[in-house]
């Protein structure tokens, strides 16, 4: 991270000090064009300085952006968030896309983790910059789709194995933010994207994003949570709009 920023930016960037982590942002953030091949000012240039490797610059930095998603102060993660998508059009630019998907996936999986937290604000944050992401042509709504089922059916599997043998109230809370989240999300990807169209109409040959879409929302409908369950049906409804009937033998063990 120092062959990229220069020891005293990263310096700050580590600081205990809030003010001294967002100065660091604001920092490479305004150095931005510097990542650029094409634009980058070698006399000028405080970060970056030894021109190297877009591919290179672009790990690295994806380091910085995982580092800065853990801070705890929420203008440094709304800063950080940004510094992101002023980023990204950049690398868009010069990286293949199949090595944009394999290095961006790790921070995506850690946002969407960010929606356990019990600050709405932090989790908004996050939800809006995976809908933000659905929109990028390297990545697209069918990445982001999986990407979130897959956290989902992490936490779903998690929180049900741990039910009998926890009582760390706080943590159940934050699952069941993580799993209303992802199921907003998918209502988003699905009602701007229509990514289930070619899924259900290739049935039964291709049936695997919609057969994991309905076991998550039948998972959801048998949650102990009622706002999992309030997103698990607004879900259902999405679907049902376009599909109607199709859906209504999917739905297993749930009360008429």
């Not at 868009?92 to 290095?103: C, G, H, L, S």
């Not at 990407?147 to 009998?164: F, G, H, R």
Request: aromatic letters at 8%; a positive charge.
């Amino acid at each position: 991270m120092i062959e990229l920023f220069g020891f005293e930016l990263v310096t700050c960037f580590y600081s205990q000090t809030w003010s001294s982590r967002l100065a660091a942002i604001e920092k490479v953030q305004e150095q931005l064009h510097n990542l650029d091949p094409n634009r980058r000012d070698a006399m000028s240039a405080e970060i970056n300085r030894k021109n190297l490797p877009i591919e290179n610059n672009f790990k690295t930095f994806l380091e910085f952006i995982d580092e800065g998603t853990k801070d705890p102060v929420l203008k440094n993660l709304i800063a950080i968030i940004d510094l992101l998508k002023k980023a990204l059009p950049t690398f868009f630019r010069y990286i293949q896309p199949t090595m944009i998907k394999k290095d961006l996936m790790p921070v995506v999986s850690s946002l969407i983790k960010k929606t356990t937290d019990l600050k709405a604000k932090v989790r908004e944050v996050a939800i809006d910059f995976c809908l933000y992401l659905s929109h990028q042509s390297p990545i697209g709504p069918e990445v982001m789709v999986n990407a979130v089922l897959t956290e989902l059916e992490l936490v779903l599997t998690e929180q049900t194995s741990a039910t009998s043998n926890t009582s760390n109230v706080a943590a159940n809370m934050g699952n069941s933010h993580m799993i209303s989240s992802c199921f907003k999300l998918l209502t988003q990807f699905q009602t701007q994207s229509k990514i289930l169209d070619k899924s259900l109409k290739t049935l039964p040959t291709q049936p695997q994003i919609f057969t994991r879409f309905l076991t998550m929302i039948n998972a959801s409908l048998r949650h102990s949570n009622p706002q999992v369950r309030k997103e698990g049906e607004g879900l259902f409804k999405t679907l049902y709009l376009e599909f109607g009937e199709k859906l209504d033998s999917q739905l297993t063990n749930q009360k008429p």
